[in-house]
């Protein structure tokens, strides 16, 4: 029965007597269609159009992905292409050499990737304690009065030029290290070949010690934002357990933030690879390699800095390139490994991320 409907009884056209009547709909008996329908019908009539304007956006965003990765695929053909008389004169005796005489055309590039290594390893056996030290303390214990000048007071510091660092290491800095830490260190830890030497100021530890200040605030800052992201619950369940605040936060907060930390160290890492004027200006500048931290040294970064105005034949300038790609090579060796790592360690163990 349809109660809701009015059927009415057309007559035959004319010549169709004995035909049935047909029966109609009126107004009033179509059904109307619910929200939904009509939102369905809106958007199929607008469907060319979202869709032309989602493949625009698309095929943006893809050409400025794409255009990073141009940009480094260019900039490696490039330096190779400029390296490329230095690879075939030396080929890989060129990393191995620890000779470095551009009159006779002799390099070796050891020199500069050991100064390289050990400086960018003082500093971040200096900064990571600092860095996580302070990150804990702003995230967790400092009040909220201090806590926003002090964070803004140590980010600050990423935003002093470099060279204004290495005078401030050269005036200051070393020869405070050369009247007091070198002759400490002589004293008390002599017996280690680290700490004998000339002690001049200038050197790899003196190039440590600015890098470790340099990357300090890229370490803090990172880390403080992970930590501080860590649901607070974390902290909660663990105190509910008898922890204290220590072991709360080594447990509940550390352990489920530890990738990225170790994230935060890799960019510290990175800053101290490629940092040039302040090394520079405080390492000494010697192409040796010596098992004191005192020496004199050099790195690949500072060398390039230092020569490259003064390259005068086509292979000079060409060894100094196939250093820039050393380094440049080494850079990409750490971030890889580093996404890696950080890969491994947020998985946890059996493929689960790991947080208490």
Not at 116 to 130: F, N, Y
Not at 335 to 343: F, P
Request: proline letters at 6%.
């Amino acid at each position: 029965m349809l109660s809701s409907a009015f059927f009415h009884i057309l007559p035959s056209p004319p010549g169709g007597e004995g035909k049935p009547a047909e029966l109609k709909f009126s107004n009033q008996a179509q059904a109307v269609s619910p929200p939904w329908k009509r939102l369905v019908l809106q958007r199929n009539e607008r469907k060319g159009q979202v869709n032309r304007g989602d493949k625009i956006f698309r095929t943006l965003v893809f050409l400025m992905a794409l255009s990073v990765v141009l940009v480094m695929a260019f900039m490696i053909y490039e330096m190779v292409r400029g390296a490329w008389p230095s690879i075939q004169k030396f080929g890989f005796k060129f990393l191995t050499g620890s000779k470095w005489n551009p009159v006779s055309e002799e390099y070796g590039a050891l020199p500069f990737i050991y100064g390289t290594v050990v400086s960018s390893a003082i500093a971040l056996t200096i900064a990571i304690p600092l860095s996580i030290g302070a990150a804990i303390y702003l995230a967790e214990y400092a009040p909220k009065w201090l806590r926003s000048p002090l964070s803004f007071l140590i980010e600050l510091l990423a935003a002093i030029p470099s060279v204004v660092y290495g005078l401030w290491g050269i005036f200051v800095l070393v020869p405070w290290i050369r009247t007091v830490v070198q002759p400490f260190l002589n004293r008390w830890f002599g017996f280690i070949p680290l700490f004998q030497g000339s002690m001049y100021g200038i050197g790899m530890l003196s190039a440590g010690i600015i890098l470790a200040i340099m990357v300090v605030p890229y370490i803090s800052s990172v880390s403080r934002e992970v930590i501080m992201a860590v649901p607070y619950t974390q902290r909660e369940a663990a105190l509910a357990l008898g922890s204290t605040k220590w072991e709360a936060i080594r447990i509940a907060v550390l352990r489920y933030c530890k990738s990225g930390i170790l994230g935060a160290v890799i960019l510290g890492l990175g800053r101290a690879i490629g940092e040039t004027m302040a090394v520079t200006m405080v390492i000494g500048n010697t192409p040796q390699i010596k098992a004191s931290i005192f020496e004199p040294a050099h790195s690949m970064a500072s060398v390039i800095a230092n020569e490259f105005a003064e390259a005068t034949s086509t292979l000079y300038l060409s060894v100094l390139i196939e250093i820039g790609l050393v380094l440049l090579v080494i850079a990409l060796i750490v971030n890889v490994s580093a996404r890696l790592l950080v890969w491994t360690v947020a998985r946890g163990p059996q493929g689960n991320p790991t947080i208490l």
